[in-house]
């Protein structure tokens, strides 16, 4: 059964710095793999979807990687902002593909 | 132009009571979802529905009925609710295994 791990469960940074958000995943064979992020009281909002062929995607000052022989998944975030701060989650797809199986999120603090 | 939206957005009510949360896509998706997320912020999945099948239902209390009326709608009734159904509500949309698309959330508190 798939587990999903996101370490550390909190980061602060100073505004500026960039940062790496981790993700591991137990089995392998995935279809693809999410990245949300979380406001406070909020719903969640999708980042990026890297399919299980593609090794990145890009958005902005997002660039997330997927490495499935591994079984991890980085979020990288350029040149960090205090809008950044948020709960990060990441997401894969249950073997029959019915339902996401959510990480237990990274809480990002980011200061001015 | 809200994608995916739920009413209400926040529900408190007394122990034994039954309710209702309604969700609505406008996204043309084919699959539908009911996610929990509990004190602890976890989000776990409750029900999926495709083309207005139940494909999922992830070892819920049958006090909780899904009821999807056509694709872009899955309504969550809840019977004799107790204080541990308190929670937030997540409906979400997707086509298959594509990305998928949030509600707002409905918080549900029993007291």
């Known amino acids: 059964k798939q587990e999903v791990t996101q370490i550390p469960a909190a980061l602060s940074v100073p505004e500026g710095e960039n940062l790496v958000l981790n993700c591991s995943f137990t089995?392998?064979?995935?279809?693809?793999l999410q990245w949300f992020r979380q406001d406070p009281g909020k719903g969640l909002t999708s980042l990026l979807l890297?399919?299980?062929?593609?090794r990145e995607q890009t958005s902005g000052r997002l660039n997330a990687s997927l490495d499935k022989s591994s079984g991890r998944s980085t979020l990288y975030i350029a040149a960090s902002q205090p809008g950044d701060s948020a709960t990060y989650l990441c997401?894969?797809?249950?073997?029959?593909?019915?339902?996401?199986?959510f990480g237990k999120g990274t809480t990002l603090s980011v200061s001015s | 132009d809200t994608a995916v939206s739920q009413t209400p957005k926040y529900l408190v009510t007394q122990m034994g009571n039954d309710k209702s949360i309604k969700c609505e896509q406008n996204?043309?998706?084919?699959?539908m979802y009911w996610y929990k997320q509990d004190s602890k912020k976890f989000l776990k999945i409750m029900f999926s529905?495709?083309?207005?099948?139940?494909?999922i239902n992830e070892t819920v209390p049958n006090r909780f009925s899904p009821k999807s009326p056509d694709k872009a709608h899955l309504n969550l009734h809840i019977n004799s609710l107790e204080l541990g159904d308190s929670a937030v509500y997540f409906c979400?949309?997707?086509?298959?295994?594509?990305?998928?698309?949030f509600g707002p959330g409905t918080r549900l508190t029993v007291l």
């Open positions: 979400a949309s997707s086509l298959f295994t594509d990305t998928q698309y």
């Open positions: 089995d392998s064979a995935i279809y693809n």
């Open positions: 890297i399919q299980s062929s593609q």
């Open positions: 997401a894969t797809p249950n073997q029959a593909g019915t339902a996401l199986i």
């Open positions: 996204l043309g998706h084919d699959t």
């Open positions: 529905y495709n083309n207005k099948e139940l494909i």
